[in-house]
Structures are given as C-alpha cells and as structure tokens.
C-alpha cells in the first residue's frame, strides 16, 4: 500500500472586486490575510469558475508572495457552464466519476485549489459538487479566510445575525418577485429571520425599487454595494424611511456595483 500523503483540496477566497477596472481595485492583501496569499501562491492545480479571472487573481496574488510556477506551467481546470447558472448544490447535480478525476493528483500528494470570481467558493457560487467528491476521496478540504459579501453585508445591516437565510436571486418575473418578497417579508415578521439576496447589477435599481414599494413601511431594508472597494456603502433604514428620501437609493445605486439586499424586523 503506497504511504504517499494525500494532498488537499483548498477553498481559495477571490476579491470581491472582480468586473472593476484595476484602478478601482483594492490592494489584494488589504481584503485577504497573507496567510491565505502564501498558500495560495504555493497552489499549481486549480479548479475555478473561470480560468481568466483565476489567472488574473494569481498574478494579483504573485505581487506579494512569489508563485510556484509561472502561470503557463499550472493546471486551471474550469467547472462546466451549466453549474454556473443553476449551481451544483444537489446530489442529483453530482458526476462524481469526472469530479474525482479531476482531483485524482491529490491522490498523489499534490494539493489543488478551488477558487470562484470573487468572494468564497461553494458560497453563491459554483463548487460544491467538487467539495463532495473531495470528501469521497478522503482528501481533507480547507476553507482559507477571506471575504464573504453576505457576511459582511448582514454585518453592516443592524439585522438579525442570528436567524438568517440567503436565497440567491429572487424571480424575475414581476408578479413572481413581489409574490416572493411577500412570502420573505411573512417569514421575516413570524421568526426575525434575515432575507438576504442578490441580484445582477444593471438590474440592482429596479430590484431596489421594487423591495421600497412592495414592503411594509416598519420593514427594515439594507443594501451593501460594493463591500472591500474604497467607495462601498451600507444603508439601512425602515422602508418608510426610503421612501421619502428616494434620492438615497438612486446615489446608492449609481455605480453599477455588486450589491447585497437585505431585509428584517
């Protein structure tokens, strides 16, 4: 029997600044701990949502703390498209014979890192099918540190950090979102639980709009846009509050930034 040590599979935390123009980008060692950085650095295998932002966060990452290899000589291997959409959180979602061989090199002692476009991955983002078939094999999974948008939206909102549920993106179809947000808000009301969702960006402000005029005026309502960026705001006020200063939520949205709702008693 070989004593060859297994190697592990690594949750690697991107920047929340992914889409921003490298001016706009905060400093990679502000948002992430060097610990996260120095391991990550020594990381040659990798699995991700997309091979460009990975290599883009590796150079970032390759300022601080000197690669393994040069970018040319890793492994990136990218998740399928599909999982991108409906993510790949549900057993029936599993291929777990081409998932395992994906992480087959850290059978041989060779660790690998799984890494989304920003923030955790698994978390609102694709990966978790990985992380299981990771567990199949016996291969120990470790969850560096780093930004987690939600978390540090929820934080910043005054809502209950104790009772919360984040549910992705809310319908699209108008009458579906308002019937939607109207079972969110019951919930809410019956058990103090926090609703948190997100949305695509150029859609934010509509999104925004229809939360101010579909809640109830004593509902408080949060919204972080742009966590970790040197020009990110959380606001958070009772509905009644939004609406009569309409002009706080369309300053807030300007930016075409990502952003975190937030909702509560």
Same mark, same amino acid.
């Given at each position: ?23 706009? =980008? ?15 650095? =020594? ?33 990136? /291997? ?29 059978? =041989? ?12 991955? /698994? ?38 950090? =104790? ?103």
């Amino acid at each position: 029997m070989s004593n060859t040590t297994k190697g592990k599979l690594y949750l690697v935390p991107a920047p929340l600044d992914f889409g921003c123009a490298e001016g706009e =980008q905060t400093p990679i060692n502000q948002t992430i701990p060097d610990g996260t950085l120095e391991a990550a650095s =020594q990381i040659k295998h990798w699995i991700c949502e997309n091979a460009k932002s990975c290599r883009a966060v590796l150079k970032r990452i390759g300022e601080h703390h000197p690669l393994i290899c040069t970018l040319q000589e890793m492994t990136i /291997t990218e998740l399928p498209r599909e999982t991108h959409k409906h993510g790949d959180h549900k057993a029936t979602q599993d291929n777990s014979a081409s998932l395992q061989a994906l992480l087959t090199v850290a059978l =041989q002692g060779i660790d690998i890192g799984l890494i989304s476009e920003a923030g955790m991955p /698994t978390i609102a983002d694709p990966g978790s099918s990985v992380v299981r078939a990771a567990h199949a094999l016996g291969l120990q999974v470790v969850p560096l540190v780093g930004p987690v948008s939600m978390m540090l939206a929820l934080a910043a909102s005054g809502l209950n950090g =104790q009772n919360f549920a984040f549910h992705g993106y809310l319908p699209q179809d108008a009458a579906e979102r308002k019937t939607r947000i109207a079972q969110l808000e019951k919930q809410a009301q019956q058990n103090g639980q926090a609703q948190i969702f997100i949305e695509t960006p150029y859609r934010n402000a509509a999104l925004l709009a229809d939360l101010i005029a579909s809640l109830q005026p004593n509902t408080r309502l949060a919204c972080s846009v742009g966590l970790t960026l040197p020009n990110a705001k959380t606001m958070s006020f009772l509905v009644k509050d939004w609406r009569a200063k309409k002009e706080i939520a369309e300053a807030l949205l300007a930016s075409k930034l990502p952003a975190i709702f937030l909702f509560g008693i």
